[in-house]
Each structure stands twice: as structure tokens, then as C-alpha cells.
T-cell receptor, first 108, second 113 residues
Framework: RKEVEQDPGPFNVPEGATVAFNCTYSNSASQSFFWYRQDCRKEPKLLMSVYSSGNEDGRFTAQLNRASQYISLLIRDSKLSDSATYLCVVNTGNQFYFGTGTSLTVIP | EAGVVQSPRYKIIEKKQPVAFWCNPISGHNTLYWYLQNLGQGPELLIRYENEEAVDDSQLPKDRFSAERLKGVDSTLKIQPAELGDSAVYLC???????????FGEGSRLTVL
């Protein structure tokens, strides 16, 4: 079983739409959680950390459910520039585990 | 502040040839990672260094892959001999702390013919 599982998509949504991504992780002792963004043929970059209380950064909201071991990312009012692959990342204290990524295309 | 620097950006070689990738992490970042990323997949850890010590190399195919981080700064990842299945992007990342934010280089894209 993979440490982190994500729906690979692709998600194709119109501009202005709200889209949500989920991922699940297998190690209940995981300590920290992140969403990374990766543009085509570019390196991953941190989008936001995910905290137990949930956190928001502009149009982006991240949630963590430790009991169910899943992490979510909500993007409101999608922009064309949001088109990318979103990687769910879990840290167990000594190693980062990456999901396969969810591909998002925002359509004009 | 300069980011993580990798070279070469692209490398095309024939199978059974050797290849080496170089990484210069962000200044002051003690933890350095080498990841392999295949198309449509997330990065997978090859090796992690804390300063000059390789603290996790369990996923490194040691029959053909080797890595070093002399003086705890720059690192080199080598493949010898390369196989067709080694075609991928090799990403170097660094962080100030083992659990801190990862900063990635642009990657080295390897094609083995």
C-alpha cells in the first residue's frame, strides 16, 4: 500500500469554479502535512502547510482529518494560473512521502 | 538568496554508460535529498543526507547508484551503468531542518537510449 494516495484526475474545471482535492495517508504517526504545486516540467514548490485546525491562504483552504487520515485542498474562484499538478505530501518525522499528484486544468 | 542549483538540466546517454548529477543546496541547509520522479508520479526518495552523513539510503539501488556529499555541502549522484529504466527526472532538494519545507532544484532530466 502506498504511503500517500491521491486521485490523479485530471480535473478540468471552468474559471471561477471551486474544486477540491483529497488524499489519504497510511501512517497514523505522520507528523506534518503539506500541499506542493508542480507546474509542467518544473520542480515542486510548497503551496501551503496543513494544520489540524485547518488553514486558509487567500483562495486556498487546507484541512487535515487525523482520525480518518485524510488531507484536503479546496481552491475557490479558480484562475487559469491555478492549472498545475498538486502533490499531497506527508512527513513521518524523518521522511517525506509524496502522492502521485492531482492534475488540474482551469478552462477559460 | 540563491536556490538549489542542479546540473546538468538535461542528459541523453546510451545504456550502459555512466552519468553524474551535481547539486548545490541552499546555503545553511543541512539536509539534502535526492529524489527520482517518473512521469505522472510523485518524487520518490533515493537518499537523504544530514550534513555529510547519508542517514537514509534504503531506496538507493546500490548496485548501480552511488552518491556522496563531501564536506556536507554539494552532492553528486552517479549511475553506472545506466539502464533504460533509469530515464526520469532526478530532483535534488534541501531543507534547513529534517522536517522543514523542502526546496527543490529544477531537476536533471535523464534519457537513456
Amino acid at each position: 500500500r502506498k504511503e500517500v494516495e491521491q486521485d490523479p484526475g485530471p480535473f478540468n474545471v471552468p474559471e471561477g469554479a471551486t474544486v477540491a482535492f483529497n488524499c489519504t495517508y497510511s501512517n497514523s504517526a505522520s507528523q506534518s502535512f503539506f500541499w506542493y504545486r508542480q507546474d509542467c516540467r518544473k520542480e515542486p514548490k510548497l503551496l501551503m502547510s496543513v494544520y489540524s485546525s485547518g488553514n486558509e491562504d487567500g483562495r486556498f483552504t487546507a484541512q487535515l482529518n487525523r482520525a480518518s487520515q485524510y488531507i484536503s485542498l479546496l481552491i475557490r474562484d479558480s484562475k487559469l494560473s491555478d492549472s498545475a499538478t498538486y502533490l499531497c505530501v506527508v512527513n513521518t518525522g524523518n521522511q517525506f512521502y509524496f502522492g502521485t499528484g492531482t492534475s488540474l486544468t482551469v478552462i477559460p | 538568496e540563491a536556490g538549489v542549483v542542479q546540473s546538468p538540466r538535461y542528459k541523453i546517454i546510451e545504456k550502459k554508460q555512466p552519468v553524474a548529477f551535481w547539486c548545490n543546496p541552499i546555503s545553511g541547509h543541512n539536509t539534502l535529498y535526492w529524489y527520482l520522479q517518473n512521469l505522472g508520479q510523485g518524487p520518490e526518495l533515493l537518499i537523504r543526507y544530514e550534513n555529510e552523513e547519508a542517514v537514509d539510503d534504503s531506496q538507493l539501488p546500490k548496485d548501480r547508484f552511488s552518491a556522496e556529499r563531501l564536506k556536507g555541502v554539494d552532492s553528486t549522484l552517479k549511475i553506472q551503468p545506466a539502464e533504460l529504466g533509469d530515464s526520469a527526472v532526478y530532483l535534488c532538494a534541501s531543507s534547513r531542518l529534517a522536517e522543514g519545507e523542502l526546496f527543490f532544484g529544477e531537476g536533471s532530466r535523464l534519457t537513456v537510449l
